[in-house]
């Protein structure tokens, strides 16, 4: 069921019934039992309610409580755990009470207006197992708040000029430069965005900026405004490189060799949080577990001392051990327990009894903040979908591993091909997906059906099972009917391009595309170098583009000096098709003809690498 759809109209809360009367007639009754907040409350604190969540919501301000239309409809109980609410860091370092300097440091208008609301609620139930096509900033407002358990995003960087717009980043239709003209620009993009990703993120929530030096510093700065600086958790550096960098012969800087994700909490330490380990290498084996046991076992020396030692104020228990006087860190019962199985003597030359800890029953060495164990995506590797952007599956799964349990909401508002969705749905989590391009929205839901195996199917998922996407708007029959200013944007975006601005002047050109990794030469970028590195495309809403519009396309490609072009239209005659071949064969130029229907096919990306 759609989430706008459901628009309340009352609600009523009886001793054992609770009834909501939509606007659109129908009246849903549950029992009371299956909500035991309100089951527990007072008539008064039941009475008062008023809507949320764009009217798909009931609110209880007495109870700070929650329930959607959407989970009513599928008969969900209440979660449990369900959180309440927090307040969150109106500025940075709030927690000292002082201003901090930050919060005077000259900033937009949405510094100050956009900071969350001082109050958030809670909310079990929300739709999940959803793709949102279209702006996340709209679609999260559509979101009740402290819904969600964990957010990951990994939006578009400053650097991404020629992914930005392959992901559909005009919607405003505005250019690329334009809108990220300069690094102020990316985070007033950027800001209202996390202030409702904030918003959304339960008490017990984790939230991870995945990004890297360009903006990075400028992110950290941002985050904490919203989240609050004492929220920050670690800066987390991915090591994406292996022996490939960017340092090539005469630069002057060192090798850019990782990504950057900056790791908060909601505000409670009661975050959710489960160590990950890594299993150990060689190396440290060698130097740290060197002992052997008479059973051919491997094992370090650990330390028995209690810390403080016999300080009062540690409370350390005081007793002998095997002819040892002295202050230990466990109980006399406990290290009699370990005296019986082995674990605890006297080294050969020591004095000091010492714990055997056992590599066999290590479990590894708890993840750190340098994360160099996961390779980046490879064109070849089997998970690979084309997209040049795609984080690895490895990569999300730590991450949803460490900061969420089974059956927790995982979000990611800018979710490309889907990595964090298929890491959550392998990993038992639900999950929310959010991502402006349609052709995303598709790679990822035939990504979900291949890999997880999920069917993407309405009826089964509100049941609970299966997937849905929300909001696609393309359909061939639709893309014939709309005006061809629009056609041209959605092809040339779609595609990967930039749309031209202006319509004179171009020599026909409707857009431009940059191959992935086209990174000016000069260390100093300008947009200028970048101009040297782009193919042309050419939109025509229409069917049989014929022989006419081809030659036009080669004429506009030979005065801009173009080796390469694409052209995208609904069909191309036999005659169009044979001119692309000569112009192949004689003029050592190639022109990709593309039609609709493949640029829809969810397979476009491969075609295109
Ligand atoms: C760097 S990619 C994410 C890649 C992803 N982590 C993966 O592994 O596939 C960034 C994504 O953000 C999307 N995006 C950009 N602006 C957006 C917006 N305003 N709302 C939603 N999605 C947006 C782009 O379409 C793109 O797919």
Redesign the pocket.
């Known amino acids: 069921m759609n989430f706008s759809a459901n628009k309340i109209k009352s609600v009523s809360v009886t001793a054992d019934t609770l009834k909501v009367e939509l606007k659109d007639g129908r009246v849903l009754q549950s029992p009371l039992s299956l909500y035991p907040t309100l089951a527990k409350a007072t008539p008064k604190q039941r009475t008062k309610w008023e809507p949320c969540g764009a009217g798909t919501g009931v609110h209880w301000p007495l109870l700070d409580y929650d329930l959607s239309v959407a989970g009513l409809l599928r008969g969900e109980a209440e979660a449990p755990g369900i959180q309440l609410a927090r307040k969150p860091a109106k500025y940075p370092g709030h927690k000292t009470g002082k201003p901090h300097v930050l919060a005077e440091e000259p900033g937009s208008a949405e510094t100050q207006d956009s900071s969350p609301p001082a109050r958030l609620k809670s909310s079990s139930l929300v739709d999940t197992r959803v793709i949102y096509c279209?702006?996340?900033?709209e679609?999260l407002k559509k979101l009740p708040d402290a819904c969600v358990d964990l957010i990951y995003i990994?939006?578009?960087?400053n650097s991404?000029r020629n992914?930005?717009v392959?992901?559909?980043?005009t919607?405003e239709k505005r250019s690329f430069e334009d809108r990220h003209a300069s690094t102020q620009a990316y985070i007033e993009f950027m800001r209202p965005?996390c202030v409702e990703l904030a918003r959304v993120l339960k008490k017990t929530g984790s939230f991870y900026y995945?990004c890297d030096w360009h903006a990075s510093h400028y992110v950290k700065v941002m985050l904490d405004q919203i989240f609050g600086e004492n929220n920050f958790i670690n800066e987390i550096v991915w090591k994406r490189q292996t022996s490939h960098n960017d340092a090539k012969q005469g630069s002057k800087h060192y090798g850019r060799l990782h990504d950057v994700l900056l790791f908060y909490c909601s505000g409670s330490e009661d975050y959710t949080w489960n160590q990950q380990y890594v299993s150990l290498d060689q190396t440290y084996i060698d130097s740290h577990y060197s002992q052997v046991d008479e059973n051919g076992r491997r094992f370090q020396w650990g330390d028995l001392r209690a810390p403080g030692g016999a300080a009062p104020s540690k409370g350390n228990p005081h007793y002998v051990v095997l002819g040892v006087d002295g202050y230990w860190r466990y109980t006399q019962e406990k290290m009699e327990q370990f005296i019986r199985e082995g674990r605890v003597t006297i080294p050969p030359g020591g004095a000091v009894p010492r714990y055997k800890r056992f590599l066999d029953e290590s479990k590894g060495l708890p993840v750190g903040s340098v994360w160099d164990d996961i390779n980046p995506i490879n064109s070849q590797a089997k998970e690979s979908l084309g997209?040049p952007?795609?984080?690895p599956l490895p990569l999300?799964e730590r991450i949803i591993q460490t900061s969420s349990n089974e059956n927790d909401i995982v979000l990611?508002?800018?979710?490309?091909?889907?990595?964090?969705l298929v890491a959550a749905q392998k990993l038992k989590r639900q999950w929310i997906g959010?991502?402006?391009?349609p052709t995303?929205c598709r790679v990822?839901a035939k990504r979900l059906r291949d890999v997880c195996g999920i069917p993407e199917d309405e009826e089964l998922w509100k049941i609970g099972r299966g997937f849905v996407s929300r909001n696609l708007p393309w359909t061939e029959e639709k893309l014939r009917a709309i005006p061809p200013f629009e056609f041209e944007n959605w092809a040339v975006i779609a595609l990967g391009g930039i749309p031209n601005k202006t319509k004179v002047g171009d020599w026909g050109i409707d857009g431009r595309i940059f191959p992935v990794g086209a990174e000016p030469a000069a260390f100093k970028e300008t947009e200028l170098a970048l101009e040297e590195r782009w193919y042309p495309i050419q939109v025509k809403q229409k069917d049989k583009v014929g022989r006419p519009d081809i030659d036009a396309f080669e004429t506009a490609m030979r005065r801009s000096k173009r080796e390469k072009g694409f052209f995208i239209a609904f069909d191309y005659t036999e005659d169009a098709l044979r001119e692309i071949d000569r112009f192949f064969k004689e003029d050592h130029a190639v022109i990709i003809p593309l039609t609709v229907n493949e640029i829809l096919d969810e397979q476009i990306a491969r075609k295109l690498s």
């Open positions: 279209g702006d996340n900033l679609q990994d939006p578009p960087f991404n992914y930005e392959f992901w559909g980043e919607k965005r995945h997209y952007t795609q984080k999300l990611d508002a800018f979710c490309g091909c889907g990595t964090a959010i991502d402006i391009s995303a990822m």
